[in-house]
C-alpha cells in the first residue's frame, strides 16, 4: 500500500492558482502601495466560510493578504517569505506552548498531509488582520474581456479572477513577506497578547521598500528617449558605418588555421536589410578580405538549439525515417516541386510518387512547426546572441529595430537540419521543410524594442502600445531575457511607442450594505501598536496640486474602428469599460445622449461616464477607453458634473 496522501485544496496546492503578485521583487518606493495577488478562479475567496456558524448574510472570504515587516514572524526574521513546512495535524493543534491552531475538523488521514504555516504573535495578528467588513472590500473579482500578455510570454485570458489586496501600507523602509492566509476556523477566537497564532500559507513572496529608491520615471523616460549608441573614436570609415549597424568585430579562426576576426550582427538592425538567401553561409567581402558571419553563426545557433530540445530532434529523426522507408520502394526519388514549377502529370509514377512523400511528410509537420514558430520569434535565443556588445545596450536605454529576415530564416533552417545524416535524407528533406512551411503559423517579426532599465524590474508588466499611423501595431512575443531587459517584437515597424506605468492598484466599488462606512482601516506601524478602529480620519494628509476628483463627466468620444485595432462591434448604453487617465485606471459606466441607442467603431458620440471611484479630472483632460489592456477609443472631457 502506498504511503501517499492527497494535498487537501484547503490548506496547499494554491501555486497554480496564483497568476501575479505586487509589488514583484525588487527595490523601490512602496509607501503608497497595497500588494495585491491575483487568482485564476474567481470563486476562490468564497469557496469556503470562515467558521463553521451558519451566519445568514454575504460570506465573507476565508482568505486575506497580510504583509510582514523584518523581525516580526519568528521563522521569517528577515521577512524573506519563509514559511515552515508542518503537517496538517502540527497545524491544527500545535504542540508548542501558548500556540493556537484553527478550529477545524478533518479527516485523520488529512491530518498526515503537509502544508506551509507561520506563527504569528497574537498582538501583531490583532493589529494587521482585516475585520470581517473589510475583508469583503478586499477582496473582489475582476473581468477580462480581451486576452492580455504578461511578461514571460504568459497570457492573462478572457474570463473572470478573483484579486486579494492587503490592507497595510508597506513601512518603514527594509523587506517585507506577504502572505495569503487561510483565516478558516479562526472567526471568533483570537487569542490575548503573549500567545502565537498558527495559519496556513498557502502562498508567498518578498519585495524590499526603499523610501529613497523612487524612481525617477520622467528621468528615466526621458533617458531612454535620448541616449544613443556610441561609436568608438579612431576607427576607419568603413568599421564605423558597420558597427553605427550594430556589427562587432569577433575573433575566427580561418580553414586555413590561422587566427583573424570577422563581422557579426545579431536579428536587430537599424536599416532595412536586402532579402537574401544566405541561410548557413559565411559572406566574404573581398575589399578587407574579412567574413560576415552573421547569417552562419544564426544557422549554427538555431542548430543548436534544435539539438537541446529531445522531443524535437526524437520528432525530427522520425519524420525523417518515415520518408526514408518510403524511398526503398521507389526506383527513382523524385524532388519535391517547387513553387511556380509545373507540375507532372497527376497518373504518372513521379506524381504518385510525390504525392506520397508529402503525405508523409504532412503527418510530421504540425508538430514541428510549433517548435519551430517559437523560434521564429526569437524563443530561446540568448541574449548576446540577439545584442553581441553591452555598449549596444547600456543600462538606462531604448533602442527601436528592424529585423533581419534573413538572420531568422538562417536560424530556423539550422533547426530544420537536425536529422540529416545521409544523402538521401538530404534529397528528402524539401518534402519536410514544405510540410512544415505549410503547418507553420508564426509570421516572423518585422520590428521591434529593447528597453533596458530599472523600470524593467519595478514595472514587469508596463504597457507598452505601439502605433503605426494611429493605428494599433499587434504585438507578437514580450519576454524578459535578462531582468532588467525587456524585449517586445512587433509584426510590423511602428512609427510611435507608448510607455504607461501598469495599473497595478485594482479598484474597487464599496459595498456599503456590509460597510455601511465605505471606509476601511489601512494600516502603517511597528510591531506592537494597535490597530486603528474604523475612522473617517486617516493619519496622514497628502497635499496635492492636482484638479478636484469627480465621478461623473461628459464627454466626446471617438471609437476606434477595427481596421484600427478597435471593436468589432457596437457598444450601447450601460457599456462598461476602463476609462485610462493620466493619474489613473478607473472603470465606468456610459450613458449616451441625444437618444442614441448605440455607437458603432469608428463613429463618434457624446456621453456621459459615471466612474466607480473618483478621479482628478477638469475640462479638456484627455482620456483613453481601453478593454482588456487594449485602446479601443478615445475622449476628451467636455463638462464635469
Known sequence: MSD?????????????EVISSYPSAGQCDY??????????????????????????????PWLALLVFAENELPDDPYAAGLAVTRSVGELLSPAEPDT????????????????????????LLSAAVPSEAELSCLARTREVSDPQALSGGEILAEGEYAVITANRFPRPAGSYAVHLVSL????????????????ASLWSWSFSHDPGGRLDVAGLLKDLATRRPGTEDGVGQDARELLDRGYVPVSLRAASGESTYAWYRGPFTPVQSPSIPVAGAEIYEAEHGLFDVSYAAA?????SIALTDPDYTAEMVRARRQLADCAPNLTDVP??????????AADSETARAQERLAATANQRGASLAARLDDLTLLAGVPLPALVPDPALLPPESLRLFRI?????????????????????????????????????????????????????PAWPDFELTATRDGSPVPELRRAHPAPDVLLCLFDDVPDEIDLREPGQGIHFGIDTTSNPTGLISLRHFTTGQDRHPDSSVSDETIKSDTPPPH????????????????????????????????????????????STEMVMPGDNAEMTVNLIQPVAMEEGLRFTIREGGRTVGTGVVSQVL
Request: glycine fraction near 8%; hydrophobic fraction near 40%; proline fraction near 9%.
Open 31 to 60: 509607501a503608497l502601495i497595497l500588494p495585491h495577488v491575483v487568482l485564476n478562479r474567481a470563486p476562490l475567496p468564497w469557496e469556503r466560510a470562515m467558521s463553521r456558524s451558519g451566519a445568514s448574510g454575504p460570506r465573507a
Open 551 to 594: 465621478t461623473t463627466f461628459v464627454a466626446d468620444v471617438h471609437l476606434l474602428s477595427r481596421e484600427q485595432g478597435g471593436r468589432q462591434n457596437p457598444i450601447f448604453n450601460r457599456y462598461h469599460p476602463e476609462f485610462s487617465f493620466p493619474t489613473d485606471d478607473v472603470t465606468g459606466t456610459i450613458a449616451l445622449h441625444n
Open 335 to 344: 524532388a519535391a516541386p517547387s513553387a511556380g514549377e509545373a507540375p507532372p
Open 100 to 123: 493556537l491552531g484553527p478550529a477545524l475538523d478533518v479527516p485523520a488521514e488529512t491530518e498526515a498531509a503537509m502544508c506551509r504555516t507561520i506563527d504569528v504573535p497574537a498582538s
Open 184 to 199: 478558516e476556523g479562526y472567526q471568533g477566537h483570537l487569542p490575548a497578547d503573549g500567545t502565537r497564532v498558527r495559519l
Open 299 to 303: 544557422w549554427t545557433l538555431g542548430r
Open 404 to 456: 533581419d529576415q534573413a538572420w531568422i530564416e538562417a536560424l530556423v533552417a539550422g533547426a530544420q537540419s537536425t536529422g540529416t545524416h545521409t544523402e538521401l535524407d538530404a534529397r528528402l528533406a524539401p518534402y519536410l521543410d514544405q510540410a512544415i512551411a505549410r503547418a507553420t503559423t508564426a509570421e516572423p517579426p518585422r520590428a521591434g524594442v529593447l528597453i533596458k532599465s530599472a523600470l524593467v
Open 4 to 16: 501517499h496522501v492527497a494535498q487537501p485544496v484547503r490548506f496547499s496546492g494554491y501555486d497554480s
